[in-house]
């Protein structure tokens, strides 16, 4: 499923810089549209993200105190175009903090391109048979 928020970010670059660095720095937590009433159905959730001015975007935290994920399995998956591994654990701190209950993995930083590590990644958290 794909999280959309309520309100569209500008398709402008900067524009939507600008939103998404106002709500990290405020620490919102943006209303989603398409948001299910619930996720009870699944054990495992892999949630993947930008990084969006040095962590995950706050939507990503709208999404999971959404919801119970006591005994839920998540795993989150990033990429951006620093490739910054410093930003990339501040956003797996942002989803720790955020997945209340939940047992969050270590979270898979790789370029599209790699997909020897992202094949690696499923593969040694039994995600793929």
Same mark, same amino acid.
């Given at each position: 499923m +794909? *999280?959309? @928020? +309520?309100t569209p970010y500008p398709t402008d670059y900067n524009e939507c810089g600008e939103v998404a660095r106002a709500e990290r720095d405020n620490n919102e937590r943006p209303a989603i549209a398409n948001l299910p009433e619930s996720i009870k159905e699944y054990d495992t959730i892999l949630i993947g993200y930008p990084i969006w001015?040095?962590? &995950? @975007?706050? *939507?990503?935290g709208s999404f999971l105190e959404s919801y119970d994920l006591t005994d839920k399995e998540v795993y989150p998956f990033t990429q951006s175009a620093s490739m910054d591994t410093e930003q990339f654990d501040n956003s797996? &701190?942002? !989803?720790?903090?955020?997945? /209340? #209950? &939940?047992? !969050?993995? /270590? #979270?898979?930083? &790789?370029? @599209?391109?790699?997909?020897?590590?992202? /094949?690696g990644y499923l593969e040694n958290n039994g995600l793929v048979q």
């Open positions: +794909e *999280i959309q @928020p +309520e001015w040095h962590t &995950a @975007p706050m *939507i990503i797996i &701190a942002f !989803v720790r903090e955020n997945a /209340d #209950g &939940a047992t !969050v993995y /270590d #979270g898979l930083f &790789a370029r @599209p391109s790699d997909t020897e590590t992202i /094949d």
